[in-house]
């Protein structure tokens, strides 16, 4: 039988981790977007000086789990001297600042292989229609390439926002009581797992299901003159 006087109970509490999870993933993917756009051009220019290192960047990072990552940022440089007696050090003693610096820099290597895939496919087409019109190289990437790309990576983008809300729960790791870490407290006190993990698992599909539905809408709205016109009525 589920306990829903428990379920009722602890409420508040997946209340303030499901707001503790969305500040997390908000602000993570507000910072990763925007260090993801420079990265994505310089990712695709034909300047090895400019392309290779990005590469780099994206190949290491996603070649490595993000636990480890964060633990490498939160555990790992609170080894180096130099840093505890830096300026920097109360940042990076904060679990908060961690976490965040951890998963921002992992969603802006996906992001940035994301955008950078809708970058090569650009139509010819466009890149002749804008340089006919004497735009510089700047213009021509802010008011086409960028606009285009944008759109084009909305489906997988999608799918790396979800990515991001799922990471959040590793948050605990260094102390964040966010959504995983509330259901995971709850357990401890109740021993019950199905109302702790059910009710965690409930609140992640809303989430998802919920993201998945704004990106939907957006593509609707900003791909819908990709999408095939209906064969006009026939009179009759």
């Known amino acids: 039988m589920i306990d829903w006087a428990l379920i009722a109970e ?51 990072i996603r070649g490595t789990p993000l636990l480890v990552q964060l633990y490498m940022i939160y555990f790992g440089l609170a080894q180096f001297e130099w840093l505890r007696e830096s300026a920097a050090w109360p940042l990076f003693r904060n679990a908060w600042f961690c976490a965040w610096l951890a998963f921002a820099l992992n969603s802006t290597a996906y992001t940035t292989e ?56 590793i948050a605990s790791a260094v102390t964040i009581v966010e959504l995983t870490r509330t259901a995971r407290d709850v357990y401890y006190n109740s021993l019950a797992p199905l109302e702790a993990f059910g009710m965690v698992a409930v609140f992640y599909f809303v989430i998802t299901f919920t993201l998945v539905g704004i990106v939907k809408l957006l593509e609707r709205r900003l791909l819908k003159h990709l999408r095939p016109k209906s064969a006009e009525a026939k009179p009759a």
Not at 34 to 60: D, E, G, M, Q
Not at 124 to 135: D, K, W
């Open 10 to 60: 602890s409420l508040p509490s997946y209340w303030k981790g499901l707001q503790v999870s969305l500040i997390l993933m908000a602000i993570c993917v507000s910072a990763s977007f925007l260090l993801s756009v420079p990265l994505a051009i310089a990712r695709v220019s034909p300047n090895p000086w400019l392309a290779k290192p990005v590469f780099l960047y994206t190949y290491v």
């Open 114 to 169: 994301i955008l950078a895939g809708a970058l090569r496919q650009t139509p010819n087409g466009e890149l002749e229609a804008a340089r006919s019109l004497g735009l510089s190289t700047a213009s021509i990437y802010r008011r086409i390439l960028l606009p285009s790309a944008i759109r084009r990576a909305l489906p997988q983008y999608g799918n790396e926002l979800v990515m991001v809300m799922h990471a959040t729960s």
